[in-house]
């Protein structure tokens, strides 16, 4: 296979776990599935940098970019934080192999920091929607449980950095497996992965249903109604406290309707006027192999 093929051939195999896989784990509300997803990213990356060795240095970000954009063809679950975590792991993995290279060393380094994103992407989301007041909450939160639980932000931190550790080991036992899997055994986990045959979203689905279902998601409810009792809790001012309400809700609203109504083809189309040739043509042959 030349470079472009096996670019191609990595794009499909990420895309249908992150279309099939990933639509199943999210329909199933299974967690930690953004994690496991992460991690068969990052082995999927580094199998294909080790077989380009000294050729196509931006092959990471190019399969993550393509495959980011595919995920809007997802049937169920979220689509904004997948598309967001998919690019974001796939260009903090292409620093590790700019800076050290297609050893080892420069893999592990990648997996490392692909993997780290899964922790920084939630607080990065929910800062956007409800600024520094995710702050204060947390720490309203945390002095009023203090007596009755005995937590800090200390303990906190500690529990989220055994997380990180235990996560990062992973990856380098990933980095280790991509090294010294069999190349049958590769065939077969890729050959797996491009027989998943995602379903394709029923066109009927109006958009305020899918925007509906957005945010109905377990997560997002919690998170508003945790942040609307620290301001009810905290507040004088019963405008000032609706309008603080209100703009997180419209915000992910927008987002979540500007997302599912863009169309895939002409978004290729602009890419192309971009002047990004390379990524509309994966996009392209992608797209072409997935409905044939």
């Not at 399969?63 to 063809?73: D, F, P, W």
């Not at 169920?76 to 297609?102: C, D, E, V, W, Y």
């Not at 997996?111 to 800062?127: E, H, M, R, T, V």
């Amino acid at each position: 296979m030349n470079i472009d093929n096996q670019i191609v051939l990595f794009t499909i195999a990420l895309s249908m776990t992150e279309i099939g896989l990933g639509s199943l784990l999210h329909s199933f509300k299974i967690p930690f599935s953004g994690h496991a997803l992460s991690l068969n990213q990052a082995f999927l990356l580094s199998v294909l940098n080790i077989r380009l060795r000294n050729t196509d240095r931006l092959a990471s970000i190019e399969v993550s970019t393509a495959t980011a954009i595919l995920k809007s063809l997802s049937p169920a679950g979220k689509k904004l934080t997948p598309m967001l975590a998919i690019s974001a792991q796939g260009f903090l993995h292409n620093i590790g192999i700019l800076l050290i290279g297609r050893n080892f060393i420069g893999i592990a380094l990648a997996n490392a920091l692909c993997s780290l994103w899964a922790f920084i992407q939630p607080w990065f989301i929910y800062y956007i929607l409800y600024s520094k007041d995710l702050i204060a909450m947390g720490e309203y939160f945390i002095k009023k449980l203090a007596p009755i639980a005995e937590i800090s932000i200390f303990d906190i931190g500690i529990a989220v950095g055994i997380f990180v550790f235990i996560k990062i080991l992973i990856s380098l036992g990933i980095t280790v497996l991509a090294f010294k899997i069999k190349e049958d055994k590769l065939d077969a986990y890729i050959s797996y992965l491009l027989k998943q045959k995602p379903k394709t979203p029923n066109p009927s689905t109006s958009i305020v249903k899918g925007v509906m279902k957005d945010i109905t998601s377990p997560l997002f409810i919690f998170s508003f109604l945790l942040m609307s009792s620290f301001y009810f809790l905290t507040g004088t001012n019963a405008a000032i406290i609706f309008w603080k309400i209100l703009r997180p809700l419209a915000l992910a609203i927008i987002i979540f309707t500007f997302l599912r109504i863009i169309p895939m083809q002409g978004l290729i189309a602009k890419i192309d006027k971009l002047g990004l040739k390379r990524l509309s043509q994966i996009l392209k042959q992608v797209l072409d192999k997935i409905n044939n």
